[in-house]
């Protein structure tokens, strides 16, 4: 693959922070709001599948190398910071050389031709992140053309999925509790509802995949027209949906660890199951997942001194924070839906809680949130799709950035949906996949390219990664391929 063919961008695009600053608290909460979503609600599922202590050492193995290539992100974005700024200063030097009237020097000590700097080490320039440069326009100044498109292909893979998973996940949610025949009623819990069980009633020719499928298409109607249009996140609305989210992920495991309190737990989970452990991989790569938004959650903080230990803070805390949601849902529930917040559904076998409104809320709660979060992944799909095939003149058919883009992110994850509502299979292949990419793959070559651009200066700099041996890049990268072949080995194996 060529990565290492570099072009200098003409055009780069570099975003800086227009608007206000903030602490490094406040930052902390931020990574934690982007991380900790959909991905948390298939932990339990994906936990209690590759058994119990399987799991403990694959979880947190999998947070450590997030928070590696985390830290490669943020040395990349600093080295393109420094890099930025020295070609801005050879710009403005070749400008002051281009107007330099030579006929009206009378200073014989200024030089006849003023000659700009032409290395960094003539300028040092800064290591700071002031200016907020994406992870596309990172790719775009480092890589070739075959690195800039398989950037591109991950981008838009990820982001498909990302609409697939939330295509099935709030009409799943909304099936689960809008159904109310229950073949179990008469206390048999292991008898669990399958798709071709009746929605409402027993003689009715409704069935749940049908109900399924009825709410994918209607989910799609109301949320898809935001796709030809811009919309932008509100500040009260991202307050909102963190709120709702903390609440309800405390309210599961303060209920889980009740029942485990009075003696009243129902699951037995197994040591270890191997052929789990391909699923709990691609959840984990989900659900540890910010890499493609840290330029625009880390430029606005405003004392990066020690933004680093920052970072691993909020590792730390998130990490803890599943290991304790999956640990209490594993040993506290016997079936562990695939949406863990549908084991609070109800009229549900043995629920947590018999607080109806407790079950509508934590039911319901994937509904909310989702739903916010659907127009703008679909936004930012449909505009990588036009930036990938945009030509260099900058000039594409108005029908395609206005009508095909947007319809081409919406009927494929349409169709996913209405074939599947494994939400927890879609989280795994997403995450596997085009999730080992963006977090493992990208982030590795990415800053071993940036750090050949400073070879120059040499020595140490600002946010710098402590793993700056060359041998962290190559484990990296050996342990993605490692890790997508003996996934692509067991889906393959167990399909045949």
């Known amino acids: 693959m060529n990565f290492g063919s570099r072009h200098e961008p003409s055009n780069v695009q570099v975003l800086t922070d227009s608007g206000g600053q903030y602490s490094r608290l406040v930052g902390f909460v931020y990574v934690f709001n982007l991380i900790v979503g959909t991905g948390a609600l298939t932990m339990p599922a994906a936990f209690r599948e590759a058994g119990w202590l399987l799991s403990l050492f694959g979880v947190i193995v999998l947070a450590f190398m997030s928070y590696l290539t985390l830290t490669f992100?943020?040395?990349?974005?600093?080295?393109?910071?420094?890099?930025?700024?020295?070609?801005?200063?050879?710009?403005?030097?070749?400008?002051?050389?281009?107007?330099?009237?030579?006929?009206?020097?009378?200073?014989?000590?200024?030089?006849?031709?003023?000659?700009?700097?032409?290395?960094?080490?003539?300028?040092?320039?800064?290591?700071?992140?002031?200016?907020?440069?994406?992870?596309?326009?990172?790719?775009?100044?480092?890589?070739?053309?075959?690195?800039?498109?398989?950037?591109?292909?991950?981008?838009?893979?990820?982001?498909?999925?990302?609409?697939?998973?939330?295509?099935?996940?709030?009409?799943?949610?909304?099936?689960?509790?809008?159904?109310t025949y229950r073949k179990n009623s008469t206390g048999n819990c292991n008898q669990s509802q399958s798709d071709s069980d009746p929605c409402w009633s027993e003689d009715g020719h409704i069935s749940r995949m049908d109900a399924y499928r009825i709410f994918v298409a209607c989910f799609i109607l109301l949320l898809g027209p935001f796709t030809f249009f811009n919309v932008q996140k509100t500040k009260y609305l991202q307050v909102l949906t963190s709120v709702a989210r903390w609440t309800a992920f405390l309210m599961m495991i303060i209920l889980a660890s009740i029942r485990l309190g009075k003696g009243e737990g129902q699951g037995h989970p197994k040591v270890a199951k191997i052929e789990g452990v391909p699923n709990l991989f691609g959840v984990c790569v989900y659900s540890f997942m910010c890499h493609h938004s840290l330029p625009s959650l880390i430029t606005p903080i405003k004392n990066k001194a020690r933004l680093l230990p920052v970072l691993a803070g909020d590792y730390t805390i998130i990490l803890i924070f599943y290991l304790v949601l999956s640990f209490t849902a594993v040993f506290a529930v016997d079936k562990i839906e695939d949406l863990y917040t549908l084991n609070f559904k109800p009229n549900s076998c043995a629920p947590l809680t018999d607080v109806v409104p407790i079950q509508y809320f934590l039911a319901l709660f994937p509904v909310f949130t989702i739903s916010t979060s659907f127009p703008i992944i679909a936004i930012t799909l449909r505009n990588n799709l036009t930036a990938m095939i945009t030509p260099h003149s900058g000039q594409l058919a108005w029908y395609l950035p206005k009508l095909v883009c947007p319809l081409l992110c919406i009927i494929p994850p349409f169709a996913v949906a209405m074939g599947t509502n494994q939400v927890e299979f879609l989280v795994g292949i997403t995450g596997s996949y085009a999730g080992a990419g963006i977090q493992y793959i990208i982030p590795a070559v990415l800053v071993l390219l940036a750090r050949r651009d400073i070879l120059a200066i040499g020595g140490s700099y600002l946010h710098r990664s402590p793993f700056s041996h060359k041998g962290w890049v190559i484990l990296t990268l050996v342990w993605a391929c490692i890790c997508i072949a003996f996934v692509t080995a067991n889906y393959i194996v167990s399909n045949v």
Do not use: W
């Open 73 to 179: 992100m943020t040395e990349a974005m600093a080295i393109s910071n420094a890099k930025l700024r020295f070609q801005e200063v050879v710009s403005k030097g070749s400008l002051k050389e281009d107007s330099l009237d030579t006929s009206m020097n009378t200073d014989e000590r200024q030089p006849l031709i003023y000659k700009p700097p032409t290395n960094y080490s003539e300028i040092k320039p800064s290591f700071e992140i002031t200016q907020r440069v994406e992870m596309g326009t990172m790719a775009s100044m480092y890589f070739g053309k075959v690195g800039l498109l398989f950037f591109h292909l991950c981008i838009i893979i990820y982001l498909f999925g990302d609409l697939a998973i939330y295509s099935a996940a709030v009409p799943k949610t909304l099936r689960d509790v809008a159904c």
